[in-house]
């Protein structure tokens, strides 16, 4: 079969049956295999296929966005970054991304580990779990995949002929550029929003200093090709039991900024924060909502542990060499250096976090933390808290100074002591 | 002919002699032409060849480098970096460039005009001749080829592939990776410098400000992918006259950030300032550096100017969209993003300025304007004011406000008020 068709159901045994290895795992009897089409995402079909040896993912890219549909084409070559970020992140970071059984490029097929009893993070915050991992897996996450992606550790040329090849991923790229950076910031076609929000929206729209900083941070993402980034690292792509934390769906991998999937990922447990109130009865999230704002904070304190320990051990690639610090005896000199990068990145991520608050309350792809809220008075009452937080910290962000100053204005926000 | 082979003066006819386009410009009679080889630069072959119709310049790229031999090996495919980029130069500044005959890119051979009577700018000014038009000629050339290669300008995607297509020029990039951002601080086996400054160079590499900035540039340059810059872009690399300004050998052509060319270029303008005192006799070279000081800041001013008047009419990348600010009533955002921009381009351009005059001092690839100053005493007092500057520069970037306070530096250290 050259041509691209897409699965379905019923003619996924027998395309998938073809590959020994397939059968040897999920069973050889192809026709007893079970198949259930599961994909709640935007993009992409995905199957659980199970048979009498096993179970396994089966996900396959459409030439369109599935959330709009055909009139909104989108390359088939997505599946093939995310099958190479995939293989990345598995050497960055073992034991984090699924394993992977099956690639086929021209299908737009990847199989994969189906992780059971995992459930998407974003559904267990929902729900109100406590997750006691997440914090520190999600932490090395970033800091192992972020670094090692970058000229701190790569061989200059390799990392320079990888961001050529990712520089195809143009098209999902595009969709950052245009759904989070832009669109929220004008009345976009595509934005909707909670009827609700109406004054708090046309009053961002009208926020010249919110509206350049987004600008700002778009020009940064677009143009700062400083590591391999997961892209789309919000707790949706994140699958967790209260034992394992594994991080899916890099479709959207490019080289950009290492603030970029830090910010995105930590904006997304302060989203749930403030989504909380929609989802409690009598009052019972409080500690949930202390956790939240804990593992934000301890992401981005293991992040930051981890992240000074590869640069004190693996620093090896071309930027701040040790021949210029620790080998002239001024390891502090290297210090210095970490403490600029972090800053900037702090900086940076608290802008990214900003800017993803808001696109998921008035751009196209909302969240489910917030959707869920059917009261739509009640979810806008959230909503607002979150924009004002996410306006807050986009505009500010050279000027907040840590976790705990972030974390007080949330919890003031959501006491309404400020409006 | 398959196999690169270099030419020499006596093959050079022959060879070329088979294109009937070039024969037609300089003459049909091969056997006629005089060839003579007067590449002076680091890198390449540069012939002139004269016929009884036209003479032509042909620069061949050899497989390694030719200011050091053949231990240090570097692909011929420099070559086609450099057709490409002139192509675009000629496309978004036109008439800025030398035009195009011919290229092949096996042979890496580009045949170009041959521009009579210019002169390299950097032996003009050594001699102490004041050119009325670079300053405007090469501020718009900035403004306009930065510009016009970055997402402000071109379509995302096509900036990608473009990006991705230059991404393998990594060996050039590697050259100024080292020998720009690295070398200079610490005791590289390829630096040299002249003997008197080892009291200052022992200072420069004990310090620890220096270095971290140093190495943060390297980490702007290496990472930021803003725009296609020119890559080598000092007085070595502009031709003149009175009346024209050509800017040539772009084989070092990256996507990079706006403000390395700025920085490098605005440089070697402020190192021939401080060469004066080595080529003056009575002191007669008052006149040319006030010139330089404010030729330097022309360009700046220039650059500013254009970029601006680009910013307001040429908007059409994806960065900045006028749909966020003109459109919505809004100009006003538009230019404090336009003042944002330009100051970040201003701190980074210090910096990258900074380094390039402590590169040409310290490092392996010297520049004549200090070079050519016999008396060593005379060179080496010249050469630590310009390290003094360089140091001042990109230690203190981010707090330097505008021209009239770094000419003022400038002329402070020539006269020796501050040491």
Not at 301 to 330: C, I, K, P
Request: with cysteine; proline share 3%.
């Amino acid at each position: 079969m050259k041509e691209f068709v897409a699965l379905t159901v019923e003619t996924l045994p027998v395309r998938l049956g073809e590959e020994s290895s397939l059968r040897a795992r999920i069973g050889e009897d192809t026709g007893s295999w079970q198949v259930a089409e599961v994909g709640d995402g935007n993009l992409n079909l995905v199957f659980i296929v199970k048979g009498s040896k096993g179970a396994v993912i089966v996900k396959q890219a459409l030439p369109y966005v599935r959330l709009v549909g055909e009139s909104w084409p989108l390359p088939l070559k997505r599946s093939f970054f995310e099958y190479h970020a995939l293989k990345r992140h598995s050497e960055r970071d073992p034991g984090m991304t699924p394993e992977i059984y099956h690639f086929d490029e021209r299908q737009a097929i990847i199989v994969m580990q189906f992780l059971t009893p995992h459930v998407i993070l974003r559904r267990a915050l929902i729900e109100g779990r406590q997750l006691p991992k997440i914090g520190r897996d999600l932490g090395l996450f970033i800091a192992r995949t972020l670094f090692r992606g970058s000229d701190l550790s790569m061989v200059a040329k390799q990392r320079k002929a990888d961001l050529a090849l990712f520089a195809d991923n143009a098209e999902l790229c595009d969709i950052t550029e245009n759904l989070v950076f832009s669109d929220p910031y004008f009345e976009a076609k595509l934005n909707r929003h909670t009827p609700e929000l109406d004054p708090l929206v046309a009053e961002l729209r009208r926020d010249r200093d919110l509206k350049v900083e987004a600008q700002r941070l778009k020009h940064i993402f677009a143009a700062n090709a400083e590591t391999l980034c997961h892209g789309d690292l919000h707790t949706g792509s994140v699958m967790v039991t209260d034992d394992e934390t594994r991080v899916i769906d890099p479709e959207f991998a490019f080289y950009g900024p290492i603030a970029f999937d830090v910010g995105m990922l930590i904006a997304n447990f302060w989203m749930s924060y403030f989504s909380q109130s929609g989802h409690e009865e009598n009052g019972g999230r409080d500690s949930m909502r202390a956790y939240l704002l804990r593992t934000a904070t301890e992401i981005w304190d293991v992040f930051v542990e981890e992240f000074s320990h590869l640069w004190r051990t693996e620093r090896n690639g071309m930027l701040y060499e040790a021949s210029l610090f620790e080998a002239q005896g001024d390891a502090l000199g290297a210090e210095q250096a970490l403490d600029g990068l972090i800053h900037d990145i702090w900086v940076d991520m608290l802008g990214f976090a900003g800017v993803e608050t808001h696109r998921r309350i008035l751009g196209l792809a909302h969240n489910a933390d917030f959707e869920t809220i059917e009261n739509t008075a009640l979810r806008a009452h959230c909503e607002a808290k979150a924009l004002k937080f996410g306006r807050h910290l986009a505009v500010n962000r050279s000027r907040i100074h840590g976790m705990a100053e972030i974390a007080s204005l949330a919890e003031r926000l959501q006491r309404e002591i400020v409006q």
